[in-house]
């Protein structure tokens, strides 16, 4: 996946200077877009002009110091901007006063131009961009409309809910089948709420009633009261962190990333969960699934009653032998392969699967006795014309389904079907026969 290119601007009364950071900037942080200019007035003119990732500043410019520009940056942007001060002399008034101006962190100069780039590409790692969802839970219209402020200027995006009540109906709107809503990321919510249920109450709906973990769904807790007492309600009911009000940008903002970071690696590892499932559920040669997932998934598939009526098939190359024997067994993995990747387009919200050797099994949903005649009895005719790997091949075909034989479980109706193929074979190959209660057919004499 391509890399966002990120974009910074250089702000220091020296030419020389932002020449030299432009360069060691470009040269140590891929995709890269690097601006620069030489006082305060000109970094707002930009500011405001674009979109920037990252500002750096001299602390002292020719019209004004760096924490004057941090001031105004915090005043006018739209956006949150993390403001680096560049400086060799670590003065008392930088330090004393860089928390109250926004400043975001210091580089020593003195350490080098070199160590320059290695500090800003660590702290473009450290704090990329804020990417979430926040259910956010506050009574007070005035208060709500500061932090809605303060999280959608960071680039969150905000659902303000003023009740508990009203947070657990869009909670349980979420979960719907169907809801194409943006998932919540974090939930933000005052300790003390205005109605029957308190912001203790709704968290321990989260983690009770709802099932959701502390890394699937982080819950900050905002409270007046930081005494100690209060601090234990808040994590024995299953919240991830407190702030106190009155709420200050930084620390809030701050306790976001985290929780948010904990949020996203819980979604990553999931993915790889389910990508390692995924591999060990599909047969690497074909691209069908393995007939260990149709052991551990296929007996639920087949008594679903969303998939009525289920119809299982079992394909098996005719002669396969004679493929490998005379063309080589890679000849014979490409034919197993070509064969693998037209059943997934045929068949492609079914379950289609490598029973065994050249023989595959397929179970399909919701079509009548005629459609998945006609379907099968059409992927019987394509075979004969596909010539994989420049191989002529046919196949013989074996159909049963849970209309004709209810009761079955996914052992017996595999059997059934295996029976059938059993016939085909018998019946001089390259054809489907289909196992009735009254006994196996060949479709084509069923037809007659």
């Given at each position: 996946?391509t ?18 950071l ?7 942080i891929?995709?890269v877009?690097v601006?620069?200019?030489?006082n ?17 500043t ?9 924490l ?28 004393q ?26 702290f ?7 990417v ?7 009574d ?13 200027k ?18 349980e709107?979420?979960r ?11 939930v ?18 989260i983690?009770?009633?709802f099932?959701?973990s ?7 807790v ?43 690696q ?13 591999i060990a ?8 699934r393995?007939?260990?997932y ?8 087949i008594?679903n009653?969303?998939h009525?009526p289920?119809w ?9 032998k ?13 034919v197993l ?8 387009q045929?068949?492609?919200e ?5 029973f ?23 992927l019987?005719k ?14 013989s ?7 004709h034989?209810?009761?079955s ?10 029976k ?9 190959r390259n ?8 006994g ?9």
């Open positions: 996946m890399e966002e290119k990120k974009h910074i601007l250089i702000v220091d009364g020296s030419a020389v200077s932002r020449q030299i432009s360069r060691i900037l470009c040269a140590e891929p995709n877009m601006d620069s200019c030489k305060g007035e000109q970094a707002m003119q930009k500011i405001q002009q674009n979109s920037y990732d990252l500002v750096t001299a602390l002292m410019l020719p019209d004004m110091d760096g004057a520009l941090c001031r105004n940056i915090r005043a006018t942007a739209r956006m949150y901007i993390p403001v680096i001060v560049v400086s060799g002399d670590a003065d008392e008034r930088l330090l006063e860089g928390f109250n101006a926004g400043v975001t962190d210091y580089f020593d100069k003195s350490n080098g131009y070199r160590a320059f780039g290695d500090f800003i590409k660590a473009i790692q450290r704090n990329s961009s804020l979430g969802h926040i259910l956010f839970i506050e007070s219209k005035t208060a709500a409309a500061v932090i809605c402020k303060i999280l959608e960071h680039g969150l995006k905000v659902t303000h809910a003023e009740s508990a009540e009203q947070a657990l109906k869009l909670l709107k979420q719907e089948p169907g809801n194409k809503e943006d998932p919540y990321d974090l933000v919510t005052d300790f003390y709420l205005k109605g029957d249920l308190t912001g203790g109450d709704l968290l321990y709906a983690r009770t009633r099932h959701y502390q890394q699937e769904l982080p819950v900050l905002l409270t007046g009261n930081d005494d100690q007492q209060t601090q234990v309600e808040v994590f024995h009911a299953g919240g991830n962190d407190f702030v106190s009000k009155p709420i200050l940008e930084e620390v809030i903002m701050a306790r976001i990333r985290l929780l948010l970071l904990i949020r996203h819980f979604e990553a590892l999931k993915k790889q969960a389910e990508d390692m499932r995924w559920a599909t047969d690497s040669l074909t691209g069908v393995s007939k260990r149709l052991i551990d998934t296929g007996e639920e598939y008594q009653v969303a009525q289920v299982a098939i079992l394909i098996d190359i005719d002669f396969f004679q493929i490998n024997d005379s063309l080589g067994h890679i000849t014979g993995d490409h392969a070509e064969l693998g990747n037209k059943l997934n045929t068949f492609p079914d379950m289609v699967v490598r065994g050797g050249e023989e595959f099994a397929v179970l399909i949903k919701n079509l009548t006795f005629d459609e998945v005649r006609s379907k099968t009895e059409q019987r394509d075979i004969n014309q596909m010539k994989p790997a420049n191989v002529d091949i046919s196949i075909i074996g159909l049963a389904g849970m209309q034989h209810p009761e479980n996914l052992t017996q109706l595999l059997s059934l079907a295996d059938a193929l059993y016939h085909s074979k018998e019946n001089g054809c489907l026969s289909i196992n009735l209660p009254e196996i057919i060949l479709d084509s004499e069923l037809k007659n």
